[in-house]
């Protein structure tokens, strides 16, 4: 997880900025953000150009291959292990690295609000908007003792509340944090929307349909029929609409794919099968509120992301395994494959690959074994496209491992340049590490993708 963030460039660009202008006043209050900022200068500067392409006519293929010594950042979790939030993550254990990576995205932002608050103007307060964020067309309307009514199309009011409401916005919400929008109809009433943040974005994949991430998006605005009394004038019983929108997208965009699901037969299982991701993702218009759909046409089109890194869960089950990550170097055209101190040039196909739909017959034919196997405990996914020759034993491996403690590779950055690559990576470009033939493959699945916004 420390990897995959120090090469993503508006996080790398923010603690670089902290690092060179605030140390001093940081130093104190922001024991998380300084071992950040010591975690990033553990990966060395090959080169630097005032654009990408410069930058890819600087570097020489030999600099590509120069990786640090492998390094174990005791300061990170020094400061960890004083933090309340992280009170359940014993070094030595395997811990879920979703579950990592929210709080310490938690711990960055609490600290960043620390400090803005002390150096803020008096008076100064509230929320902002996440910067580059897409947001929904409606205009708000006068405040009503639950929220505020928002107008809508055909001036159709709707009552709207915040959850989980960030009072005050970070660095660290502006790049990760998004919002969602939860509707509610019920027949009689205006309608009620909550607007939650959300960072990452949680994509449910277990059920057959999913097949890839655009399905597992529009599954999330899928509608849900509920029946309950809410007060409405046509008495007890009423049938009510639930949907939940996207309202608003974040630079970078974080998804988690939800891997893990409990069975009344065998507990928590993995789910196996591959889920579909792309280089470049295009968000469906399905995902946003429908006033909001016919807007992107002025805007230049549906809102684009390009993939710059991905953090697999190898392993059979739920209670164990081992985390590796493949993450786009910032010149927009290298991958690097990281697995503890095993460090190698990927292709892009190479990650495309990763990103391939399950084969729908392997699938169904897991499926039916499952059906006859007699033992109910037996993880229904996990022969999904498994072969006798990569079925190998697992050991778990600490998290201080897979969270940091691999070896350091060489990092780069430029100047003057935000997004990375200013126009798409052909799928051949890059090259590759000769593969060690000792290797095993163990059918790694994608758990947490990071989607960086591509401007138009």
């Not at 409401?165 to 027949?187: C, M």
Request: proline letters at 7%; glycine letters at 10%.
């Amino acid at each position: 997880i420390l990897q995959v963030l120090v090469f993503c460039v508006p996080f790398y660009e923010f603690l670089d900025q902290v690092g060179k202008r605030a140390a001093h006043s940081f130093k104190s209050e922001t024991p998380l953000v300084d071992a950040m900022i010591m975690f990033m200068r553990e990966f060395k500067i090959i080169d630097s150009a005032v654009t990408v392409e410069q930058l890819r006519l600087r570097l020489k293929d030999s600099e590509l291959e120069q990786y640090g010594e492998p390094v174990i950042p005791e300061y990170v979790y020094d400061v960890i292990k004083r933090l309340p939030r992280f009170s359940s993550m014993r070094r030595g254990h395997q811990q879920d690295a979703e579950e990592f990576l929210g709080f310490l995205l938690e711990g960055l932002h609490d600290e960043c609000v620390t400090v803005m608050r002390a150096i803020a103007p008096v008076g100064a307060s509230g929320p902002t908007s996440p910067r580059n964020s897409i947001t929904s067309p409606t205009s708000p309307g006068a405040t009503t003792d639950n929220g505020w009514l928002e107008v809508g199309p055909k001036q159709k009011a709707a009552v709207t509340r915040s959850s989980g409401t960030i009072v005050t916005e970070s660095p660290v919400t502006r790049i990760f944090g998004g919002k969602l929008r939860s509707e509610l109809r019920v027949p009689g009433l205006k309608n009620s929307v909550t607007l939650e943040p959300y960072q990452p974005l949680q994509l449910d994949i277990g059920a057959a349909n999913i097949n890839n991430i655009t399905d597992a998006l529009k599954g999330l605005t899928r509608s849900e029929t509920l029946t309950g009394e809410f007060n409405s004038p046509r008495g007890p019983g009423t049938t009510a609409a639930k949907q939940v929108f996207i309202e608003t997208l974040p630079p970078v965009l974080i998804l988690h794919l939800k891997r893990f699901q409990y069975d009344n037969t065998g507990g928590t299982q993995k789910i196996w099968k591959k889920v579909g991701y792309p280089l470049e993702l295009e968000i469906p218009k399905e995902v946003f509120p429908p006033p909001k759909r016919g807007s992107f046409a002025a805007k230049g089109g549906l809102p684009k992301y390009r993939l710059i890194g991905v953090v697999y869960h190898h392993g059979k089950n739920a209670s164990g395994g081992h985390y590796t990550v493949d993450v786009r170097r910032q010149e927009g055209r290298e991958w690097i494959r990281m697995d503890d101190t095993v460090i190698r040039r990927v292709r892009s196909d190479d990650v495309a690959e990763g990103g391939s739909e399950e084969d729908p017959k392997i699938l169904a034919r897991a499926l039916e074994e499952h059906k006859r196997d007699q033992n109910a405990g037996k993880n229904i996914f996990e022969s999904v496209g498994l072969d006798e020759d990569e079925k190998a034993d697992e050991e778990e491996t600490p998290w201080s491992q897979v969270n940091g403690a691999s070896s350091t590779p060489g990092g780069k950055k430029w100047s003057g340049v935000v997004n990375g690559a200013g126009t798409a990576t052909p799928s051949t470009a890059g090259k590759r590490t000769p593969r060690d033939k000792g290797g095993l493959k163990d059918n790694k699945v994608a758990y947490i993708l990071f989607y960086q916004q591509v401007n138009t």
